[in-house]
């Protein structure tokens, strides 16, 4: 399943002209305040009608401007959530969830599924006003959920959370993310989300999409990293839990090498998403020797750019934040090997 958009529309000071594909997945939409993301996912809910353009979910034309299609919100088999949970606040948890199925029929089969997958069994007959901010948050996932949509959007859904509350409601986006087998657009502000979230990103800038593609590519970009906070870029690497070591730490097999991880739970086999931080890097043209750092992988430059040195860590690519003396040094250019001093790794949850 996918979605593909490609529209144009002009507001006084936005001139929106973005194309864009999301597969499968978690897409963020992601870029500074006003650049057009809610205009965009608006669009595609079928709340505001662009100009001109097409918008195609799955094979099917949702809005298209040449064929003079622009189906209604409610026949677009879209779920959307918001900042805050736009729940029914007469209605209890349980009378929120089936209320879709009032407009598809069917669409109540995964009822007890999707309650269990969520853990909403003990909320189902609260009312809206007694739970949490992440209560609330997690039954509007359940209600879009039970539409029977072929599209989730996510607006800020956490905008309006505290951290601790957000920090609740992060594993069940990420077990959406691996069990829906669903394109989710998400839009949202904060580089962690979508680093933890993020499996395509859409980079936006004044009404138009800067980059778009895979979440491991846009981080492991000299270029683009910075766009999504130079900070924060370095690598999200995928590694397959191998082993606890005697000493209590996990050993974490990548194809660039082992890894070891302290604090993790997790157990052999597990696959999971490690992220590196340019400034956790440190290059070395030798094998370093008497070294407190555990994690050392062997690395080739690929390419040099403003502080930034891109390598290849086995099939992966990585950004290690270096100053402009010692790529001169080192003699850091591309093709040059090299190891890979990596100060710090974290699950990409943290
Ligand atoms: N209905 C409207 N009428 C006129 N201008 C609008 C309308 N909706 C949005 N705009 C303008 O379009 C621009 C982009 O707004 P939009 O909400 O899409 O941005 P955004 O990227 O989602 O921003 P934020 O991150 O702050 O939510 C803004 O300048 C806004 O004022």
Not at 12 to 23: C, Y
Not at 75 to 100: E, K, S, W
Not at 271 to 300: D, F, Q, W, Y
Request: proline residues 7%.
């Amino acid at each position: 399943m996918s979605l593909s958009v490609d529209i144009r529309h002009q507001f006084p000071g936005l001139d929106l002209n973005v194309a864009f594909e999301a597969p499968t997945g978690v897409t963020a939409l992601f870029g500074p305040s006003g650049c057009g993301k809610s205009t965009t996912v608006n669009a595609i809910a079928g709340l505001m009608r662009p100009d001109s353009g097409r918008i195609v979910l799955d094979g099917r034309a949702l809005y298209d401007s040449d064929r003079r299609i622009d189906l209604p919100p409610q026949a677009r088999r879209i779920g959307c959530v918001f900042q805050d949970a736009r729940l029914f606040p007469h209605m209890t948890v349980a009378a929120n969830l089936r209320y879709p199925a009032r407009f598809r029929k069917g669409a109540a089969r995964d009822f007890d599924r999707i309650v269990e997958m969520l853990a909403l069994g003990p909320l189902l007959n609260r009312r809206p006003s007694t739970l949490s901010g992440g209560e609330r948050q997690r039954t509007a996932i359940g209600r879009a959920l039970l539409s029977d949509p072929q599209l989730l959007i996510m607006d800020e859904p956490l905008a309006a959370l505290d951290d601790a509350r957000k920090e609740e409601i992060m594993p069940w986006l990420e077990r959406l993310r691996d069990e829906v087998q669903l394109p989710i657009l998400y839009v949202s502000h904060s580089v962690a989300e979508v680093l933890r979230l993020a499996t395509t990103v859409v980079l936006m800038q004044k009404g138009r999409v800067a980059h778009s593609g895979p979440l491991t590519q846009i981080l492991a970009d000299p270029e683009l990293a910075p766009q999504l906070g130079a900070r924060e870029a370095g690598a999200l690497i995928t590694g397959t839990v191998e082993a606890r070591e005697a000493d209590g730490m996990v050993r974490v097999a990548t194809s660039a090498g082992p890894l070891l991880l302290a604090d993790l739970d997790a157990q052999p086999g597990q696959m999971l998403r490690l992220r590196i931080l340019a400034h956790e890097i440190i290059l070395s043209r030798e094998a370093p020797v008497g070294l407190s750092a555990l994690n050392v992988l062997p690395a080739t430059v690929t390419a040099v750019s403003d502080g930034l040195v891109q390598l290849k860590l086995g099939d992966q690519k990585a950004l290690a934040q270096v100053t402009p003396r010692s790529v001169e040094v080192l003699g850091l250019t591309p093709g040059t090997p090299c190891f890979a001093v990596i100060k710090s790794v974290a699950m990409a949850r943290s």
